[in-house]
């Protein structure tokens, strides 16, 4: 990602520590730890990175639609404060949450590696900061994005939920890390 969009707003600039602090985390992993799933069931890494990158997929064609007529956009309401506030608390409880049914596992691309995941989300990402770098500045006021749960928002609230919901899972990824048995080891032994 590019350093430009962080001129669009701390959000953002939130949004790419996010991933980096993922990417740090990961980095170095073999393929296998990376595929493989938790002994107790539930998503691989690549898998969260999926889910992650589907997310933001999906977020960049509602933008591209929602902003082909900006008038028809609404500004910023009275309740939209206390929406980010919920969105951010949901995120950030202990709790785990089924999926949205569009971004769960049988939309994942099929026999995709890690590097392609990774890849094609980077891709995405560049797209969205191209994009929203050609907006009018106006948008920043306008519920643009609608997330399935706090409903309408504008950018800073796509982005503050882009990088709550990577730290979100983030916790996933550590829950998963300590699940893999270590090569060499039988699962249930101290490493």
């Given at each position: 990602m590019t350093a430009r969009i962080e001129t669009f707003s701390q959000q953002a600039a939130n949004w790419q520590m996010?991933?980096?602090m993922v990417w740090k985390e990961i980095e170095g992993l073999p393929e296998i730890t990376l595929t493989s799933r938790p002994q107790q069931g539930g998503w691989s890494i690549q898998q969260v990175i999926q889910h992650l990158a589907l997310s933001e997929q999906l977020s960049l064609t509602y933008l591209r639609k929602k902003t082909q007529d900006l008038q028809r956009v609404?500004?910023?309401?009275?309740w939209y404060p206390f929406r980010?506030?919920?969105?951010?608390?949901?995120?950030?409880?202990?709790?785990?949450?089924?999926?949205?049914?569009?971004?769960?596992?049988d939309k994942f691309p099929p026999n995709e590696s890690m590097a392609q995941t990774?890849?094609?989300?980077?891709?995405?990402?560049?797209e969205m900061i191209s994009f929203l770098l050609g907006l009018p500045s106006s948008v920043t006021r306008q519920m643009v994005y609608r997330h399935p749960i706090a409903g309408r928002m504008d950018i800073d609230g796509m982005f503050m939920f882009f990088a709550d919901h990577i730290h979100?899972?983030?916790?996933?990824?550590?829950?998963?890390?300590?699940?893999?048995?270590?090569?060499?080891?039988?699962?249930g032994k101290p490493s």
């Open positions: 996010a991933w980096q609404p500004p910023r309401d009275i980010k506030l919920a969105l951010k608390t949901y995120l950030r409880s202990p709790f785990r949450f089924t999926a949205p049914a569009l971004v769960t596992e990774i890849n094609r989300l980077k891709s995405n990402q560049e979100h899972h983030q916790r996933q990824i550590r829950r998963i890390l300590a699940d893999l048995p270590t090569p060499g080891i039988p699962p």
